[in-house]
Protein backbone atom coordinates (compact mmCIF):
# COMPACT_ATOMS: atom_id res chain seq x y z
CA UNK A 1 0.00 0.00 0.00
CA UNK A 2 1.10 3.79 -0.40
CA UNK A 3 -0.92 5.87 2.06
CA UNK A 4 -1.71 9.58 0.93
CA UNK A 5 -3.34 10.77 4.76
CA UNK A 6 -3.97 14.37 2.89
CA UNK A 7 -6.33 12.83 0.50
CA UNK A 8 -7.64 9.71 2.66
CA UNK A 9 -6.34 7.58 -0.39
CA UNK A 10 -4.37 4.54 -0.34
CA UNK A 11 -2.75 2.70 -3.70
CA UNK A 12 -3.21 -1.14 -3.59
CA UNK A 13 -0.12 -3.14 -5.60
CA UNK A 14 1.78 -6.03 -6.03
CA UNK A 15 5.32 -5.40 -7.59
CA UNK A 16 5.65 -8.92 -8.22
CA UNK A 17 2.15 -8.73 -10.25
CA UNK A 18 3.03 -5.44 -12.25
CA UNK A 19 6.43 -6.92 -13.12
CA UNK A 20 4.38 -9.66 -14.39
CA UNK A 21 2.84 -7.96 -16.19
CA UNK A 22 5.43 -5.66 -18.02
CA UNK A 23 7.10 -8.83 -18.93
CA UNK A 24 9.81 -8.66 -16.08
CA UNK A 25 10.57 -10.68 -13.01
CA UNK A 26 10.35 -8.37 -9.93
CA UNK A 27 14.02 -7.67 -8.46
CA UNK A 28 14.36 -9.43 -5.41
CA UNK A 29 15.95 -7.51 -2.09
CA UNK A 30 19.91 -9.18 -2.49
CA UNK A 31 19.97 -8.33 -6.35
CA UNK A 32 21.05 -4.86 -5.64
CA UNK A 33 24.57 -6.24 -4.58
CA UNK A 34 25.20 -7.92 -8.02
CA UNK A 35 25.00 -3.92 -9.29
CA UNK A 36 28.38 -3.23 -7.71
CA UNK A 37 31.54 -3.00 -9.97
CA UNK A 38 33.65 -5.76 -7.57
CA UNK A 39 36.63 -4.25 -8.70
CA UNK A 40 35.93 -0.89 -7.76
CA UNK A 41 34.69 -2.17 -3.93
CA UNK A 42 36.97 -0.63 -1.65
CA UNK A 43 36.59 -0.35 2.68
CA UNK A 44 38.08 3.17 3.92
CA UNK A 45 37.44 3.09 7.40
CA UNK A 46 35.60 2.54 10.96
CA UNK A 47 33.78 5.43 12.00
CA UNK A 48 30.52 5.82 14.33
CA UNK A 49 28.15 7.86 12.79
CA UNK A 50 25.51 9.22 15.37
CA UNK A 51 27.05 6.74 18.32
CA UNK A 52 26.51 3.72 15.82
CA UNK A 53 29.88 1.98 14.84
CA UNK A 54 29.85 2.08 10.55
CA UNK A 55 32.08 0.46 8.13
CA UNK A 56 32.56 3.25 5.36
CA UNK A 57 32.89 1.77 1.91
CA UNK A 58 32.98 3.31 -1.33
CA UNK A 59 32.34 1.70 -5.00
CA UNK A 60 31.07 2.10 -8.53
CA UNK A 61 27.75 0.89 -9.62
CA UNK A 62 28.33 -1.81 -12.35
CA UNK A 63 25.44 -0.17 -14.84
CA UNK A 64 26.73 3.60 -14.66
CA UNK A 65 29.67 5.80 -13.77
CA UNK A 66 28.72 7.27 -10.58
CA UNK A 67 30.38 6.67 -7.74
CA UNK A 68 29.04 5.70 -4.17
CA UNK A 69 30.25 5.92 -0.63
CA UNK A 70 27.99 3.85 2.10
CA UNK A 71 28.24 4.03 5.79
CA UNK A 72 26.99 0.24 6.68
CA UNK A 73 26.11 -0.43 10.39
CA UNK A 74 28.31 -3.27 12.07
CA UNK A 75 25.81 -4.81 13.65
CA UNK A 76 22.99 -5.19 11.45
CA UNK A 77 24.39 -4.46 8.12
CA UNK A 78 22.37 -1.80 6.80
CA UNK A 79 23.31 1.77 5.68
CA UNK A 80 22.84 5.05 7.80
CA UNK A 81 24.47 7.05 4.92
CA UNK A 82 24.92 6.72 0.96
CA UNK A 83 26.40 9.15 -0.57
CA UNK A 84 26.37 9.31 -4.48
CA UNK A 85 28.12 10.92 -7.07
CA UNK A 86 26.25 10.82 -10.33
CA UNK A 87 28.22 11.05 -13.61
CA UNK A 88 27.16 14.72 -14.05
CA UNK A 89 28.43 15.69 -10.80
CA UNK A 90 25.02 15.74 -8.85
CA UNK A 91 25.64 14.34 -5.10
CA UNK A 92 22.82 12.78 -3.73
CA UNK A 93 22.51 12.16 -0.09
CA UNK A 94 20.30 9.46 2.06
CA UNK A 95 20.70 9.22 5.24
CA UNK A 96 18.66 6.64 7.46
CA UNK A 97 17.92 7.96 11.14
CA UNK A 98 16.00 6.25 14.60
CA UNK A 99 16.39 2.76 12.95
CA UNK A 100 14.62 -0.11 15.27
CA UNK A 101 15.53 -3.69 14.41
CA UNK A 102 12.29 -6.11 15.77
CA UNK A 103 8.98 -6.76 15.32
CA UNK A 104 6.58 -4.37 14.30
CA UNK A 105 2.85 -4.08 15.69
CA UNK A 106 0.28 -5.77 13.13
CA UNK A 107 -1.77 -2.24 13.98
CA UNK A 108 0.82 -0.05 12.38
CA UNK A 109 -0.17 -0.79 8.94
CA UNK A 110 -3.69 -0.73 9.65
CA UNK A 111 -5.30 2.03 7.32
CA UNK A 112 -7.71 4.17 9.11
CA UNK A 113 -11.60 3.90 8.49
CA UNK A 114 -12.63 5.51 5.60
CA UNK A 115 -9.96 5.43 3.33
CA UNK A 116 -10.58 4.95 -0.97
CA UNK A 117 -8.23 1.83 -1.94
CA UNK A 118 -7.59 1.99 -5.16
CA UNK A 119 -6.27 -1.37 -6.71
CA UNK A 120 -3.18 -0.71 -9.28
CA UNK A 121 -2.80 -4.24 -9.79
CA UNK A 122 -6.23 -4.37 -11.58
CA UNK A 123 -5.35 -1.25 -13.40
CA UNK A 124 -2.13 -2.44 -14.65
CA UNK A 125 -4.10 -5.46 -16.08
CA UNK A 126 -6.03 -3.40 -17.96
CA UNK A 127 -3.19 -1.17 -19.59
CA UNK A 128 -1.40 -4.36 -20.72
CA UNK A 129 -4.63 -5.75 -22.96
CA UNK A 130 -4.71 -5.06 -26.78
CA UNK A 131 -7.48 -2.29 -27.42
CA UNK A 132 -10.43 -3.78 -28.60
CA UNK A 133 -11.16 -3.42 -32.34
CA UNK A 134 -13.96 -2.02 -33.37
Given at each position: ??Y??????????????????A?E?????????DR???????????????????????????????????????????????E??????Q?I????K??????????L??L??G???????E?????S??????
Amino acid sequence: FQYMPDRNTAMKFSLKAMGEKAGEKPEEPGNYADRINKDTFKFVESVAVDGIRCKVVTYTPSDSKSQVKMWVREDYGLPLKVEMIAEDGQKIVSEYKNLKVGPVPAELFQLPAGVKIQDMSEMMKNMSRPPAKP
